[in-house]
Nanobody, 124 residues
Framework: QVQLVESGGGLVQAGGSLRLSCAAS????????MGWFRQAPGKEREFVAA????????YYADSVKGRFAISRDNAKNTVYLQMNSLKPEDTAVYYC?????????????????WGQGTQVTVSS
């Protein structure tokens, strides 16, 4: 398993931006598909974005497409989530997740390692 630590959450006004980071412990980080999920109070954890091991393929939930961008730096063992044009409905705890292999996933059950989460709050 890989250890994941998120950072970069906070409070932002609607229309603003935040960049989340997720640092991974694995020396084989480049062999993992990485993803971001979020969970709002009273709701189930939902898929936000995922990126292939090489960074060549990215996947997004329809609700964030065009506003969020996932990227990775394999030399730094870090994956990022750039969030622009934030809306109050983006308020949630955001989790970083890792999946061994080359096939990307969008379900929580597809990912075996999780971070502790970072809170993002968007005020109206």
């Amino acid at each position: 398993q890989v250890q994941l630590v998120e950072s970069g959450g906070g409070l932002v006004q609607a229309g603003g931006s935040l960049r989340l980071s997720c640092a991974a412990s694995a020396r084989t980080f480049s062999t993992y598909v990485m993803g971001w999920f979020r969970q709002a109070p009273g709701k189930e954890r939902e898929f936000v974005a995922a990126i292939s091991w090489s960074g060549g393929s990215t996947y997004y939930a329809d609700s964030v497409k065009g506003r969020f961008a996932i990227s990775r730096d394999n030399a730094k063992n870090t994956v990022y989530l750039q969030m622009n044009s934030l809306k109050p409905e983006d308020t949630a705890v955001y989790y970083c997740a890792a999946r061994r292999g080359v096939v990307a996933g969008t379900e929580t059950s597809d990912f075996g390692s999780w971070g502790q989460g970072t809170q993002v709050t968007v005020s109206s």
